[in-house]
């Protein structure tokens, strides 16, 4: 099967870097998949799980945000933070969706910060999601 050559990197380092049969992320109009010879492509990613498919397995990787970069036969990856579901503490995932899931509740009755506590909350529940997949 053809490959293409996929890079997830972040402020700290690489997270990933191999050949890869299908790459799929969140963007903000929805999911989109890679395959080997996709048109050239720049979009953003919203908070979710790259799903890198290789020898018919998949591989998730939390992200938090970023851009993606797509040549025909390569994939570049610029993400805020990204981890592997290994990386991920749970307690503390846990912990950080109550404590984002509190701010949320209080934003909303005091109408403040809103948008900050959502988005502590969304990328809790992706690292929780991630690291409890059974793919």
């Known amino acids: 099967m053809k490959t293409m050559q996929t890079n997830v990197v972040t402020p700290d380092g690489s997270v990933y870097s191999g050949e890869t049969e299908m790459v799929s992320v969140k963007t903000p109009d929805g999911e ?43 994939v570049n990856i610029l993400a ?7 990386e991920i503490d749970i307690t503390r995932a846990r912990a950080a969706k109550e404590r984002a899931q509190r701010r ?13 506590a959502e988005l502590a909350l969304k990328r809790a529940i992706n690292r929780l999601e991630v690291s409890e997949s059974k793919i």
Request: glycine share 6%.
């Open 80 to 86: 805020e933070s990204a981890e592997r579901p290994s």
């Open 32 to 74: 989109l998949g890679i395959m080997p010879s996709h048109l050239p492509l720049v979009t953003p990613l919203a908070i979710g799980a790259i799903r890198i498919k290789k020898d018919s397995k998949v591989e998730l990787i939390a992200v938090s945000g970023g851009f993606m970069e797509v040549r025909p036969d390569e």
């Open 104 to 116: 949320l509740d209080e934003a909303k009755r005091d109408n403040i910060d809103f948008k900050r």
